[in-house]
């Protein structure tokens, strides 16, 4: 049974840049969350995903978007990157009727030069 | 929305030792909460969770926590302590909504 899976691993963008990122959710699940990772701190919540649509939305601005595809994979979209963009970005999924359980992938570790 | 606070930012600890991290929230409703490990360059494992029921909940690799509602805390433990548990343990809450709110994480590094 795969977890949740993100690509790419890493990645290097230069400010003002875009960049897409990506996550497959564990098998069964229809629900899906990113988060924030700066150095140093704990994950913040961006935005949730469910039934391709975006449910609920942290205090991220509207440079950051996402989508949901029928199979329930997601993309998180940052435009205009900014130097304070470089962080750990996390997915999680869940099931919609238990969202508060949430499985962690590896996360996408950008940096931005 | 929750607020979680994690009371150490860093716990050195011997091997064989015993460890206690603190976390406190802030909610008067009934909320879940959640201890989650990560490693150096890895994501977030769950390592318990305590959703309603017996206050003292069991995870894997031999942690406890347990939930007290009057100190609204939830600390961690383990009895003995392993190199291999230095990590970033991070705890969370969350209403039974959308939303885990994370502690700002304590480092916990084993010495032999």
């Known amino acids: 049974d795969a977890g949740v899976t993100q690509s790419p691993t890493h990645l290097i963008k230069t400010r003002g840049q875009q960049v897409t990122l990506r996550c497959s959710p564990k098998?069964?699940?229809?629900?899906v969350s990113w988060y924030q990772q700066a150095l140093g701190q704990g994950p913040q919540f961006i935005f949730q995903y469910y039934e391709e649509e975006e449910r609920q939305r942290g205090n991220f601005p509207d440079r950051f978007s996402g989508h949901q595809f029928p199979n329930y994979s997601s993309e998180l979209n940052v435009n205009a990157l900014l130097l304070g963009d470089s962080a750990l970005y996390l997915c999680?999924?869940?099931?919609?009727?238990?969202?508060?359980?949430?499985?962690f992938g590896p996360g996408t570790r950008l940096t931005v030069l | 929305a929750q607020s979680v606070t994690q009371l150490d930012s860093q716990v050195p600890v011997f091997e064989e030792a015993p460890v206690e991290l603190r976390c406190n929230y802030s909610?008067?409703?009934?909320?879940?909460l959640f201890w989650y490990v990560q490693y150096p360059n890895q994501g977030l494992q769950l390592l318990l969770k305590y959703l309603s029921g017996s206050t003292l909940v069991k995870g894997i690799n031999g942690f406890e926590a347990e939930f007290n509602k009057s100190q609204t805390s939830f600390h961690l433990r383990k009895p003995s302590v392993h190199i291999s548990d230095t990590a970033e343990y991070f705890c969370a809450a969350t209403r039974n909504d959308y939303k885990l709110s994370f502690g700002a994480g304590t480092t916990v590094t084993v010495r032999a």
């Open positions: 909610s008067s409703v009934s909320v879940y």
């Open positions: 999680a999924s869940s099931l919609r009727t238990r969202s508060y359980e949430q499985f």
């Open positions: 098998s069964g699940h229809d629900t």
